[in-house]
T-cell receptor, first 115, second 121 residues
Framework: AQSVAQPEDQVNVAEGNPLTVKCTYS??????LFWYVQYPNRGLQFLLK??????LVKGSYGFEAEFNKSQTSFHLKKPSALVSDSALYFC?????????????FGSGTQLTVLP | GAVVSQHPSWVICKSGTSVKIECRSL??????MFWYRQFPKQSLMLMAT?????????EQGVEKDKFLINHASLTLSTLTVTSAHPEDSSFYIC?????????????????FGPGTRLTVL
């Protein structure tokens, strides 16, 4: 079985400050890890993914995430937050191989960037 | 990046009627599409996996006779909510799996549609 935990329902940060949205995962074997963002009444937009290779992954809109195998974490980061980054963020995982191609999503973290 | 569309974006219907939602991959072929349901302020719940040319695979607890899925081509999957009731009101989101460039499909990514807001009166 695979699972994802996003321990924070809500993260508030001031505009211009760095932001971190936390994610830990559990999966048998090597993981594929994803971050998606959802704006109100919209579908999910793909931000970035980790498959293999460099542990620091750079994605859309200046976001990046660091894969930490020992801590089974994949935290989303951005050096300087914008008000427009306010949205709902989902971390997702699936196994690297095998027939279970479905993504398992975390519960989501609402990010609010304060002006 | 890959684009997935959904139609309609919102629909209001009377109880007992059926509603069809379309999901299209616009610039790639998708042998596999997924249908999710999302309640307010909650995560996505996978309803079913739609495979082109074969029957959909439903998650436990999802009624296959109520939520009919058809994946007739590599770019189109449809979800039909039959005999809709108010408790079916929700945000329905589809995704399409882009296998990427590696033969193994190891880099595949799911791209999501914008969602369909269904309200059953």
């Amino acid at each position: 079985a695979q699972s994802v935990a996003q321990p924070e329902d809500q993260v508030n940060v001031a505009e211009g400050n760095p932001l971190t949205v936390k994610c830990t995962y559990s999966v048998s074997g090597n993981p594929y890890l994803f971050w998606y963002v959802q704006y109100p009444n919209r579908g999910l937009q793909f931000l970035l993914k980790y498959i293999t290779g460099d542990n620091l992954v750079k994605g859309s809109y200046g976001f990046e995430a660091e894969f930490n195998k020992s801590q089974t974490s994949f935290h989303l980061k951005k050096p300087s937050a914008l008000v427009s980054d306010s949205a709902l963020y989902f971390c997702a995982v699936r196994r690297y191989s095998g027939s279970a191609r479905q993504l398992t999503f975390g519960s989501g973290t609402q990010l609010t960037v304060l002006p | 990046g890959a684009v997935v569309s959904q139609h309609p974006s919102w629909v209001i219907c009377k109880s007992g009627t059926s509603v069809k939602i379309e999901c299209r991959s616009l610039d790639f072929q998708a042998t596999t599409m997924f249908w999710y349901r999302q309640f307010p302020k909650q995560s996505l719940m996978l309803m079913a996996t739609s495979n082109e040319g074969s029957k959909a695979t439903y998650e436990q607890g999802v009624e296959k006779d109520k939520f009919l899925i058809n994946h007739a081509s590599l770019t189109l999957s449809t979800l039909t909510v039959t005999s809709a009731h108010p408790e079916d009101s929700s945000f329905y989101i589809c995704s399409a799996r882009d296998l990427g460039t590696l033969p193994s499909g190891a880099t595949d990514t799911q791209y999501f549609g914008p969602g369909t807001r269904l309200t059953v009166l």
